[in-house]
């Protein structure tokens, strides 16, 4: 069975190779020249926007949960804040990034992780879970409809050459 513990300074190689690569996974559809800005970025990113320590983030009410193996391999990690929504002023309990490593996946461990976000915003006692999804990201789309999560706003973008 699958452990689900707070992140330790021994995470960091892993948990930064799997952070990286779902961000490059949504910027899919980007130019190259943004993905190698992201991942060349993404570190130093982390600790200034952050505060990210050994321990990891600090700031606001961060929270980085990691998933581990039966023998303490690092299989996937959950990350969550809290954000407060602009237009109805409700803070809710913000999904930053959920991933499972690629060998671990679809054994239902990433359901796990965000059954652990809606019991941590329970425990919190916010109103809701929120997270941002790649539009082409159906496996993921999948198992948040399934548990009940529903589109409400949409990005759109539109490249300026
Ligand atoms: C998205 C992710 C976290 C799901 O974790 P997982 O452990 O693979 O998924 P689970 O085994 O818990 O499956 C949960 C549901 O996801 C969907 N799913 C999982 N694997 C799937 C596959 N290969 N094809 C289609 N749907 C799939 C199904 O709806 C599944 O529910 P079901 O088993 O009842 O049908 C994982 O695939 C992942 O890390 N992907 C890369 C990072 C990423 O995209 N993160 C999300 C960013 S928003």
């Known amino acids: 069975m699958p452990r689900i513990r707070s992140y330790r300074p021994a995470d960091w190689d892993s ?5 990286l690569e779902t961000g490059l996974a949504t910027l899919r559809q980007s130019p190259q020249e943004e993905k190698d800005s992201f991942a060349a970025r993404w570190a130093e990113t982390l600790k200034t926007s952050w505060g990210w ?30 954000e407060a929504d602009a237009l109805s002023g409700a803070t809710r309990l913000w999904v930053l990034t959920v ?6 996946r679809s054994r239902g461990w990433g359901r796990l992780l965000m059954e ?7 425990t919190r006692k916010l109103g809701s879970v929120g997270l941002s999804v790649g539009a082409d ?10 548990m009940g999560f529903e589109a409400t706003r949409l990005s759109m973008f539109k490249r300026i050459r």
């Open 15 to 19: 948990f930064l190779a799997l952070d």
């Open 53 to 82: 320590t050994d321990s990891g983030p600090t700031k606001d009410k961060s929270s980085l949960l990691v998933l581990e193996d039966d023998d303490g391999s690092f299989a996937g990690h959950l990350w969550m804040n809290e």
């Open 99 to 104: 991933a499972i490593v690629a060998k671990y």
């Open 116 to 122: 652990r976000a809606v019991e941590e915003a329970r």
């Open 137 to 146: 990201n159906v496996v993921a789309r999948k198992l948040y409809e399934e």
